[in-house]
């Protein structure tokens, strides 16, 4: 499985950005997919997960009413729409697969893409 995350970029405050995470292979309808991001200096945290099925979605406090997570199956692609982006949103931003366990765990994921840098500018 091969993830590849897109669509970061530089941008000012109250600005949107709209994330991409292609995966490859077959089983990517089965499996809930999440975001996180990491800031410099910090640990990764969880953002956003949404299930196979693309009915369930969690949102991290933070994010909670600003961003949302959705799918598209046939293209085997997740989103995380980001609006009213504000500085401390800025961070790489990873998409993964989880494998089992709790959603915002990063322990829960066993692939991950290589990550896209949001920056935000106040």
């Known amino acids: 499985v091969q993830l590849q995350a897109s669509g970061g970029g530089l941008v000012q405050a109250g600005g949107s950005l709209r994330l991409s995470c292609a995966a490859s292979?077959?089983?990517?309808?089965?499996?809930?997919m999440g975001w996180f991001r990491q800031a410099p200096g910090k640990e990764r945290e969880f953002v956003a997960a949404?299930?196979?099925?693309?009915?369930?979605?969690y949102y991290a406090d933070s994010v909670k009413g600003r961003f949302t997570i959705s799918r598209d199956n046939a293209k085997n692609t997740v989103y995380l729409q980001m609006n009213s982006l504000k500085p401390e949103d800025t961070a790489v931003y990873y998409c993964?697969?989880?494998?089992?366990?709790?959603?915002?765990?990063?322990?829960?994921?066993?692939?991950w893409g290589r990550g896209t840098l949001v920056t935000v500018s106040s």
């Open positions: 993964g697969r989880r494998r089992s366990g709790s959603y915002h765990g990063a322990d829960s994921y066993d692939y």
């Open positions: 949404i299930s196979w099925s693309g009915t369930m979605t």
């Open positions: 292979g077959r089983t990517f309808n089965d499996y809930f």
